[in-house]
């Protein structure tokens, strides 16, 4: 569920909304509140008896907590290539709308060399 939940909303925080920090906490709200209702569902399993449990009763569940915090990880990396993205892609949308190219130096744009004069 977790690694559901990083891959439908990590990326698209980081592309939709402006602000990082806005885009890590929603991401982290999301990624947070899928945690808690996986590890209850797989707890409440393990403890009713069930005929494969998640977790053993005697041993402390480390693989979990470091498989759980490598999807964490993976999904701020996510948010912040949505940044990146939307940050080119915004620059390249401005200069083709400003009639600049990207390697223009001293002036000299695509536009003003039209110009006579």
């Given at each position: 569920?977790?690694?559901?939940?990083?891959?439908?909303?990590a990326f698209p925080c980081g592309f939709v909304l402006r602000s990082r920090l806005?885009?890590?906490?929603?991401?982290?709200v999301a990624y947070l509140w899928a945690f808690t209702f996986q590890t209850l569902?797989?707890?409440?399993?393990?403890l009713g008896g069930g005929a494969d449990p998640a977790f053993e009763t005697d041993s402390f569940p480390v693989g979990y907590g470091a498989v759980t915090l490598a999807i964490f990880?993976?999904?701020?990396?996510?948010?912040?290539l949505g940044h990146w993205v939307r940050a080119r892609r915004q620059d390249s949308s401005r200069s083709s709308r400003t009639g600049t190219s990207a390697t223009a130096t001293k002036g000299k744009t695509a536009a003003s060399a039209n110009v006579v004069g």
């Open positions: 569920m977790i690694a559901i939940v990083t891959i439908l909303l806005a885009a890590n906490t929603t991401y982290a569902y797989l707890l409440l399993d393990s990880v993976v999904g701020f990396g996510l948010v912040n």
